[in-house]
């Protein structure tokens, strides 16, 4: 097959790390051997210089004015993946209870980690309702939520990157609440002022590995338990602006290229209307075939990650085989889940939907 021009990148649709936007790139790239003329690379500068601190202000200034961050929340540039955040959360915030709901693997990898300090005496982990029951292909209404009273935070996760099963409203709980926003922070407009604690690893759609995003309320910030390292304790990273330790400084200058570029597309609201119409092509065309399915319930579908099935498993590997051929990448779903998975995030554009969608079309048309 031709006629697809990648102009030498690929279509990557992989679920992370993921897609970059080109433009990102090639700036790092002008810039890597010689960073603003200082005759070295952002890589290569202490963290403590007035360069990186100059990286470092631009980068949160320029986050903040996308998500409108309120000032009474501290934003800090960690490490240690989101799956350090799962430990670090408990450890900060848990006294009593915590209120977590299920939606899929990572809600549950965040609550078996939360249940470590359970076990150790440390606080009660309380699962309000779980989305198994569906096989995670929709939400358990609210109204049947064991919530507790007084909880200290209730977590979730606002899209599940496995399941791609997506929660669009804040739940209405009284609760600070915590989201693992891994897979879909910058992709929608959202009201930080909801929120208690957001977090996210910055591969899916702020940028390289190595780098994770915490924006947290100022007063949910001191109370940390004894047993929390000094550099998991957001009050001692916010206090030290996230340099307490050498922070992941290349990868905190690559999401501060990312936030520049976004800006320039117009914010996170523009992005939100391409990411929709995104969605929207690929769910039409998935519902509009009998050969491609995606179970997942209408209002829950993930607008980053689509995840859809063949009528017949034994074509995914010739699926697969074939869609790499022509520049389509990293379409295998989780193995959890079967099938394919296209993670679509920001950077990836609506040309890159109609090619896969076109692939798709064709695949199918030579089977039935
Ligand atoms: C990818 C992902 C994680 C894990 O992130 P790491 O940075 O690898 O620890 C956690 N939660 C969600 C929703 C994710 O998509």
Redesign the pocket.
Known sequence: MSGLNFDKRVHNFC??PATMPKAVLEKAQNELLNWKNGGSSVMEISHRSADFTQIAQKSEQDLRKLMNIPDNYKVLFLQG????QFSTIPMNLLHGTADYLDTGI?SK?AISEAQRYEQAGLGKINVVASAKDSNYTSVPDISSWQLSENADYFHY?P???IQGLAMFDVPNVTAPIVA?M??CILSTPIDVSKFGLIYA?A??NIGP?GL?LVIVREDLLGNANLICPNTQNYKNQADNDSMLNTPATFAWYLSGLVFEWLLEQGGVEAIYQQNLEKARRLYDFIDNSDFYHNPVAKNNRSIMNVPFTLADSNLDKLFLEQSAQVGLLNLKGHKSVGGMRASIYNAIDLAAIDDLIGFMQHFENKRV
């Open positions: 679920a992370g993946g989101a799956s350090l990572w990898k996760c899209n599940e990157t693992d891994s897979s690893g591969q899916k590995a994770t």
